[in-house]
């Protein structure tokens, strides 16, 4: 019997499965599938979280429920891929040998990657809504400002779902207006980008919304360390961003193993022909989703 292998359950992950069983014969194909973690997110859920639109039940569920039957779960960390071998080595000392195998283990933010962002701020006046827990605590943070600045910040690119960091913005506007509060709060938004659109042509035509708000923009901005204890973002051509509330999107990367294995660029994304999903070195390796090095973001 063949064996296809999919590192990662998220929502490239579960598709991939769910369109493939039906057409896969179970008397000549295992689907395995391998996640450590048993909880399914709804990441697009989470810009909605801090402002109370959605709440946890609206963006989890168990994993093991959206797979379909006739696919194993393995819920384990992935140590490493052999793809010589065709063989995944998990962190408990098991392997998994494959025929065809998909990486489909997305992209995720490192905070640590960004000298003083992942201090004893990081979830006091540093948030970041990319993560479940993350978002949680920015509703928390949102809720006890009373005015002041606050900063919505880009780290650099890629990085997934790339107008999220606008549409929380605007969120953050209309949200603040409707408490009444607006006049309080100097929102601003700062990117590495000439403007504030990840598309030029965008930027050149959609640029003005956030003039029309009174929202600051701080383009071309290169982020090299944020000095929690002054609370200012600095970058390295030495312009500093003052805030009272730091709303960052992280350095986003893959899954270290992909490092491990020796199948990545430097941030960790699977290398990928673009017409075909597969490894360029392997004919038996496939990359879905947020893990591929493509040009999504």
């Known amino acids: 019997m063949k064996r296809l292998v999919v590192l990662g359950a998220g929502t490239a992950g579960t598709m991939v499965v769910n369109k493939l069983r039906p057409r896969l014969d179970p008397a000549d194909w295992e689907i395995v599938v391998v996640d450590e973690d048993p909880v399914h997110y709804y990441q697009p859920g989470f810009l909605f979280l801090p402002f109370g639109d959605y709440g946890p039940a609206d963006v989890k569920k168990p994993k093991a429920r ?32 494959y025929d065809q195998l998909v990486i489909a283990t ?19 006046t540093v948030h970041t809504f990319y993560t479940y827990d993350g978002a949680l605590r920015l509703r928390e943070a949102l809720r006890r400002f009373e005015g002041g600045r606050l900063v919505v910040h880009i ?45 030029p042509v965008a930027s050149a035509h959609l640029g003005t919304m956030l003039a029309e708000r009174e929202i600051g923009l701080e383009a071309d901005f ?51 022909d673009r017409e075909t999903f597969l490894h360029p070195d392997y004919d038996n390796l496939f990359v879905l989703g947020d893990a591929a090095n493509l040009p999504t973001s």
């Open 155 to 199: 780290v650099d690119m890629p990085f997934k779902c790339p107008v999220a960091p606008l549409e929380f913005t605007f969120l953050a506007d209309a949200w603040f207006e409707e408490l009444g509060m607006r006049d309080r709060v100097e929102l601003t938004y700062v990117t590495p980008l000439e403007g504030a659109f990840t598309k």
């Open 222 to 272: 290169y982020t090299e360390r944020i000095d929690a204890e002054r609370r200012v973002l600095v970058s390295y051509d030495e312009r500093e961003v003052p805030y009272d509330l730091l709303v960052t999107v992280p350095l986003n990367m893959g899954a270290d193993f992909v490092a491990k294995s020796g199948l990545g660029d430097d941030l960790n994304h699977v290398l990928v």
């Open 106 to 124: 997305g992209t995720h933010p490192r905070p640590e990657e960004t000298e003083g962002m992942d201090g004893p701020e990081f979830g006091e």
């Open 66 to 97: 959206l797979l379909p039957a006739g696919v194993d779960l393995v819920e384990a960390t992935i140590d490493s891929v052999d793809p010589a071998g065709s063989v995944v080595h998990l962190s408990d000392g098991t392997t998994l040998g």
